[in-house]
């Protein structure tokens, strides 16, 4: 996950997905999951960052790929004689 460290008391916090952590000084830098709060964030110093890719997608590269062709087809127009 994401790793910070406090320039007031120097102390490195690791994130973590459901704790929090927090250095315990006067600026109260606190980490939990992807979220990081302080009294003065210009304090603060991200050491280390993951972001996970949040794109979930169902389907597969040829089922992306069969869709796109398949909204390139042209629309047959039929013409009919009226009697």
């Known amino acids: 996950m994401s790793k910070i460290r406090c ?8 994130s973590h997905p459901t704790k929090t ?6 600026n109260m830098t ?3 999951g992807d979220t990081i709060s ?6 603060v110093v991200m050491i280390s960052t993951e972001y ?3 794109r979930a997608s169902v389907l597969s590269n ?3 790929e069969y869709q796109n062709a ?6 047959k127009k039929l013409d009919f004689e009226v009697r």
């Open 38 to 43: 302080a009294n003065d964030l210009s304090k």
């Open 21 to 26: 952590k927090c250095c315990g000084c006067s």
């Open 52 to 54: 996970e890719s949040k």
């Open 30 to 32: 606190t980490i939990k």
């Open 62 to 64: 040829e089922d992306l």
């Open 70 to 75: 398949r909204r390139n087809r042209k629309v």
């Open 7 to 14: 320039k007031v008391c120097n102390t490195e916090l690791d």
